[in-house]
Structure formats: structure tokens, C-alpha cells
């Protein structure tokens, strides 16, 4: 398997890597966010500008699920082929895990806390459960991540008819259990942990486990067809590609598995896809679109000029945490929020600055043996 080829992954990687700090860069210094939140009131977009912005973020959180299943399974088999046992390679995933785990707490709370500390912008966004006051465990984007890497370590060994039954499985379960609940109820913590986007008796969850193992055995299964088949899997993925976008115009046609009726009348109203958690149509359009990314980024690999997508890619998790403390930064000029424009120019310039920073990093990170914490980060 050419090297070249591997390195549409990281590719990949950085390109939502840059779409994940548009969109954060938005809620920030724009002071504009927007929650596909099932079970509540739809987001509303207020010009096509905006909702562009935050559709082109739909890619990210897919993505990163499905590559983080991806390099499970790649990363196994590389130190399989090494001195590392399967035990050895099952510890660094745990490891790994909980310092994902960590970071949240440690280090992503305070910048999300930074960012709009000064925010004078005061939107009104409602979730599902029966939250009302007192303490509240929130969780993010990271505590997905780190759950499903700690339950990868169990399952890149799985074949793969076992991988898509489980990745199936996992939707067909959490779009039965979402699509039968009642949004204004107290859920227990383990089903928002588990299942149900929101928050009550004390706990806030976006990104339940069970919809998002499934987007990261997916990764698995698709990284086994890649050491499997180097040389035709990016025809596959372009292909599964196609056939996911299809399926998702369908359904949308039809009205179904979006967990709640939206409109078709309009482009936006066509494109307002359920996130939390992800619907059928949500998977669908946003898997499909990294594949071809995936395809298109395979064919280009060896351009120079992609050098910062390449950095990027590969120091993801500095990168993430740099990212939301250097626009935190810069959104304290800014409590009411800035124009689109200007917002666009500040999140391009903090990539030049996260460039140059990842770039001593990744440096860095190399020089460590391949089991330090370093390499973890």
C-alpha cells in the first residue's frame, strides 16, 4: 500500500480539521450557532451565508468518527507488524481513550468557557429532557471520541459481515429508541450517555455512544478493505459515495428518517438534517460526501501546497485544543458578535497561526517513542 495513498487519510483529517474551526470560529467571534437538536424547534438559518457555514461543519463530527475507526484498525495492524502484541496494542487505546477523556475536562472546558465569557449574545436554544437547575456533568464532542476509541480496542478484530451488522445495528437501535421517546422527558443519565441527545438530572450529553460507535465500525470495516484492497478502494469509495448521497435525496423526497418532518421547498429546508443524534439522512449525505473527499484527496496526495492540510491531519488533537483557545482569544473583541466577512478573515488567519504552531508540534510529537503520552495528543 503506497504511502501516497495512506495519506489521504490525514488529508482528509485536516480538511474538517479547518471546516470544525469555521464552525467554532462562527459560534465564537460571530457570535452564531446553530443546534440540530432532535426533538425541539428546527434551527433557523438567518441568511444563506450562515447556513452555509454551518452545513459545510456537518462533515466534521462524521468524519472524525469514521476516521478515528479507520486508523484503529490501520494503526493495529501496523504494530502488529512490529513488537506489539494485540494486549499491548488494546492498553494504548484505553490510554488513549482517557486521555481524550481528559483533555475534555482538563483543557477543552476552560476554552469553551474563555469563549464566551465575554459574550454579550445571549441565543435561546432548547434540548430535549427535563433539565431545570442544580449541578450539571456536561460532555462534548471529546467524550464520543474517547468512548468509541476505548470500545475500538475491542472491536477491530471483529470480521466484516460483524463490523456492518454492529454499525447497522446501532442506528436501527437508536432511531427506534429516539423515534419512540418523548423529548420533554427526565431521562436517566445512562441513556443520555448511551443514547438520547440532551440533558437532565444532572447530565448533558450531544454525542451519545451508541449512533457513534456505529459511524466508527464503519471506519473499521473500511479501513480492513483498505490494507485488503489498496488499489481499488478508492473507486469503492467513490461508488459507496455516490450510492449514500442517492439514498439521502431520497429519503429526503420521501420525508423519512430525518426523526422529524422538515419542508422540501427550499434548498436550506432540504439540507436541515437532525445531528443530535445523527438521523439516517444526516449519515447518509455526510458519509457519503467524505468518501468522495476521501477519493478526491487520494488522487492529489502528493501536491506540496496540501503540506498544511497533511499538518493538520496529524496533530488533530493539539490542533483542536490550540484551535478553540486561540479563537476564544480573539472572540473577546468581539461580545456582540462580528460581521460574516470579518469572521471568515479571523478564522483564516488563526489557521495561519495553527500551521506554524502544529507544525513545531508534529516535530516534536516524532521525536517521542511511539508508546509516549506525546504521541497520544
Not at 446553530?34 to 426533538?39: A, K, P, R, V
Not at 443520555?192 to 466508527?216: A, D, E, K, N, R
Request: charged fraction near 10%.
Amino acid at each position: 500500500m503506497s504511502n501516497n495513498r495512506m495519506q489521504s487519510i490525514d488529508l482528509l483529517r485536516g480538511f474538517i480539521m479547518m471546516l470544525m474551526a469555521l464552525d467554532h470560529a462562527s459560534a465564537m467571534i460571530g457570535r452564531v450557532h446553530f443546534s440540530e437538536m432532535w426533538g425541539v424547534d428546527f434551527t433557523t438559518y438567518p441568511s444563506l451565508a450562515w447556513w452555509f457555514t454551518r452545513f459545510v461543519s456537518h462533515l466534521c463530527a462524521p468524519g472524525f468518527f469514521f476516521l478515528m475507526g479507520m486508523s484503529i484498525y490501520l494503526f493495529a495492524q501496523k504494530r502488529l507488524a512490529s513488537s506489539w502484541k494485540e494486549t499491548d496494542i488494546r492498553k494504548y487505546f484505553f490510554k488513549r481513550g482517557g486521555v481524550i477523556l481528559l483533555l475534555m475536562f482538563l483543557l477543552e472546558f476552560p476554552a469553551w468557557g474563555l469563549g464566551f465569557a465575554f459574550s454579550e449574545v445571549h441565543n435561546e436554544s432548547t434540548m430535549p429532557g427535563a433539565y431545570t437547575s442544580g449541578f450539571l456533568l456536561p460532555t462534548t464532542v471529546l467524550y464520543g471520541l474517547g468512548m468509541c476509541m476505548i470500545l475500538g480496542s475491542f472491536l477491530w478484530k471483529l470480521r466484516n459481515w460483524q463490523l456492518l451488522l454492529l454499525s447497522i445495528g446501532s442506528f436501527i437501535l437508536s432511531g427506534w429508541y429516539i423515534s419512540s421517546a418523548n423529548p420533554m422527558a427526565a431521562f436517566h443519565p445512562l441513556e443520555h450517555f448511551l443514547l438520547v441527545p440532551g440533558m437532565s438530572t444532572g447530565v448533558m450529553v450531544i454525542y451519545p455512544i451508541i449512533p457513534w460507535i456505529g459511524v466508527s465500525v464503519f471506519g473499521i470495516f473500511w479501513g480492513q478493505l483498505l490494507q485488503k484492497n489498496p488499489d481499488t478502494i478508492y473507486q469503492l469509495s467513490f461508488k459507496t459515495g455516490i450510492g449514500f448521497l442517492l439514498g439521502f435525496i431520497l429519503l429526503r423526497f420521501l420525508g423519512y428518517a430525518n426523526f422529524q418532518f422538515t419542508a422540501n421547498d427550499t434548498w436550506i429546508h432540504f439540507f436541515t438534517l437532525i445531528k443530535y443524534p445523527p438521523s439516517l439522512t444526516f449519515i447518509l449525505a455526510t458519509i457519503g460526501l467524505n468518501l468522495l473527499l476521501l477519493t478526491f484527496f487520494s488522487k492529489i496526495s502528493d501536491k506540496n501546497w496540501l503540506k498544511p492540510l497533511k499538518i493538520f491531519g496529524q496533530t488533530a488533537m493539539f490542533f483542536y485544543i490550540l484551535h478553540l483557545y486561540l479563537y476564544a482569544v480573539m472572540s473577546i473583541a468581539f461580545p456582540l458578535g462580528s460581521g460574516i466577512y470579518l469572521m471568515y478573515a479571523l478564522w483564516a488567519g488563526g489557521l495561519v497561526i495553527l500551521y506554524f504552531v502544529c507544525h513545531w508540534f508534529l516535530v516534536f510529537k516524532k521525536q517521542k517513542p511511539l508508546d509516549s503520552w506525546w504521541r497520544m495528543i
